[in-house]
Nanobody, 124 residues
């Protein structure tokens, strides 16, 4: 089992920045692909970013087109933590953001463990 706890969400103005953190406990963190997803009201959960394990895949990163160039995912295996740095935020980034651990990249079905989510609200 892996337990995931997100933090860092909040209210920010358009163009602002936030950094989300996801602390993991349980099974070895370093072997998992870690992903961030988001879900806005009335919409399906969607992929935001993912980072592969550093040992097997050199920490390769993936991004949804909608966040490419604005968001950066990173991981600190020593701290069992994955981060999502979000810059130039837009109102359409408003959603609950979820951290996930698994073996896949963009598909929600490829992730086995999920956090409870943290709310991000971007005001115009």
């Amino acid at each position: 089992q892996v337990q995931l706890v997100e933090s860092g969400g909040g209210l920010v103005q358009v163009g602002g920045s936030l950094r989300l953190s996801c602390a993991a406990s349980g099974r070895p963190f370093s072997t998992y692909t870690m992903g961030w997803f988001r879900q806005a009201p009335g919409k399906e959960r969607e992929f935001v970013a993912a980072i592969k394990s550093i040992t097997g895949s050199r920490g390769r990163t993936y991004y949804a087109d909608s966040v490419k160039g604005r968001f950066t995912i990173s991981r600190d295996n020593a701290k069992n933590t994955v981060y999502l740095q979000m810059n130039s935020l837009k109102p359409e980034d408003t959603a609950v953001y979820y951290c996930a651990a698994g073996a896949g990249v963009t598909a929600t079905e490829a992730y086995d463990y999920w956090g409870q989510g943290t709310q991000v609200t971007v005001s115009s």
